[in-house]
């Protein structure tokens, strides 16, 4: 799938502690990189699980290719997918690369491929599902013979930025349109972060439109701040402050 065009006007999403963010206004054109951009507890996460179809904003408006939000999220979240985001798209550490691997594809030829693919011969499936593993790997740079067990590696024994990466590619199987990667700078070494943001200006040069989470955006990208808190009784830690929103506006 091509990347897609995003834009955001006033958009704002209220929890039980208050505004996770709002008045959050952008545009960005398919295959763009979007970074959000702040400290931990400014409802980064937040936003790019609304820009995602998996929160519901409680004001404004945001389109995301020709879906509009938030009206359209079952149609924002066929477009897009999110890798690397605590509570949601958490890793098992007791398995390994190879069985995350062909659990999302199998995932993805059940619930995301059309009825015409699932009735294509069980060779000709496998193969596709083995050429979306190789393609996503490719994309995400992680290469399997370089683990320690191949792809047999537990994601236990993952280093942080392999785990990312990991992450990356599972998200990218789907051949999504837009791609939410959250705190991609967290506990990383200048060289990893430089590492990173090259592979996700990669993604977007490509054609992926990518948004971000990060506490320090490079400057050749479009930036989105969330603001500060709005209260003293607001969370100050991104996981309680989604898990609270989550748990008033629902998630996919």
């Known amino acids: 799938m091509d990347g897609i065009a995003v834009a955001a006007e006033g958009l704002g999403l209220k929890g039980p502690r208050g505004w996770a963010f709002r008045g959050v206004t952008f545009a960005a054109e398919p295959g763009s990189l979007i970074a959000i951009e702040g400290p931990s507890g400014t409802g980064r996460t937040c936003l790019l699980l609304a820009l995602t179809g998996r929160m519901k904003a409680t004001e404004g408006t945001a389109t995301v290719g020709g879906a509009r939000l938030p009206k359209q999220l079952g149609a924002v979240r066929r477009l897009s997918a999110v890798a690397h985001v605590a509570g949601v798209t958490d890793l098992d550490p007791a398995l390994t690369v ?134 003293a009784a607001k969370v100050s830690t991104e996981g309680k402050e989604t898990a609270d929103a989550l748990a008033t506006t629902g998630r996919a």
Do not use: M
């Open 98 to 231: 190879g069985e995350h691997l062909r659990e999302r594809a199998l995932l993805q030829r059940r619930f995301g491929d059309s009825l015409r693919a699932l009735l294509r011969p069980r060779a000709e499936r496998a193969n596709e599902a083995r050429l979306r593993i190789d393609t996503a790997l490719t994309a995400a740079g992680l290469d399997r013979e370089s683990l320690p067990k191949g792809s047999r590696t537990a994601v236990r024994d993952l280093e942080r930025l392999e785990g990312l990466r990991l992450s990356l590619a599972l998200a990218l199987i789907g051949r999504p349109g837009l791609l939410g990667v959250d705190d991609v700078d967290l506990k990383l070494s200048d060289a990893e972060r430089a590492e990173v943001w090259a592979l996700l200006r990669s993604l977007a040069e490509a054609g992926t439109t990518v948004v971000a989470v990060c506490s320090e955006a490079p400057e050749d990208v479009v930036k989105v701040s969330t603001g500060a808190p709005d209260d």
